[in-house]
């Protein structure tokens, strides 16, 4: 069964430091993978998706990026947080063909301080 | 443009009520999916339904039961009897063609449901 780690579950980091979340996907190959942000009390708001290795579209611009160095593994990083790139992050993949839900990990907590 | 609106921010029921969570969208594409998640305390989106645009058929799972109505662009959420545990944040999504095989999901800003003892 497919199964999608997301880590670490929380994070207290300063302004200015650098920033780097994995997400990496088991049991499926070729997956689309997504970032999204919930800003407290707030829906999900898409960062970057990728339909493949080193392929990242993003949907906002902002102080992040991203990067999918294999198939099954995808990175949200920052050189320099900011106060409002806190909240929570979610990784996500679905099955590249064909319409199929997408599947979350347990996101990250992130607190820029 | 593709959106999901939930105008319902906070509903709260005692238990074993019925409550509707309701769910609007605007969609350019003639084939699309909607869905469903649940998002308990611990954080994590629980998928719950997928639903595709040519099925207007309502489905039932259990306590809960989804209503799609495509002449109003809506696809409602019931949960009958409901629970302390069905205590949670939801979220409505539509898929978004990004290419053929590859898709995108537009979430609503999500209902919280708290359910009373």
């Known amino acids: ?113 | 443009a593709q959106k999901v609106t939930q105008a319902q921010t906070e509903i709260s029921v005692v238990e074993k009520e019925d409550v509707t969570l309701d769910c609007v969208y605007e969609t350019r594409d003639t084939t699309y999916y909607l869905f469903w998640y649940k998002q308990p305390p611990s954080g994590e989106l629980v998928f719950l339904i997928r639903r595709n645009s040519f099925d207007e058929q309502n489905e039932i799972s259990g306590r809960y039961s989804w209503n799609f109505q495509k002449s109003t662009s809506s696809f409602n959420f019931t949960i009958t009897a409901s629970q302390v545990v069905d205590s949670a944040v939801y979220f409505c999504a539509l898929s978004d063609s990004i290419t053929s095989g590859t898709y995108k999901y537009i979430f609503g800003t999500g209902t919280r449901l708290k359910v009373l003892a």
Do not use: M
Not at chain 1, 46 to 53: K, Q
Not at chain 1, 83 to 104: K, M, N, Q
């Open chain 1, 1 to 113: 069964s497919q199964t999608i780690h997301q880590w670490p579950a929380t994070l207290v980091q300063p302004v200015g430091s650098p920033l780097s979340l994995e997400c990496t996907v088991e049991g499926t190959s070729n997956p689309n993978l997504y970032w999204y942000r919930q800003a407290a009390g707030r829906g999900l708001q898409l960062l970057f998706y990728s339909v493949g290795i080193g392929q990242i579209s993003s949907e906002v611009p902002q102080n992040l990026s991203a990067s999918r160095p294999q198939d099954r593994q995808f990175i949200l990083s920052s050189k320099k947080l900011l106060l409002s790139d806190s909240g929570f992050y979610l990784c996500a993949w679905s099955v590249r063909a064909g319409h199929t839900e997408a599947f979350f990990g347990q996101g990250t907590r992130l607190t820029v301080v």
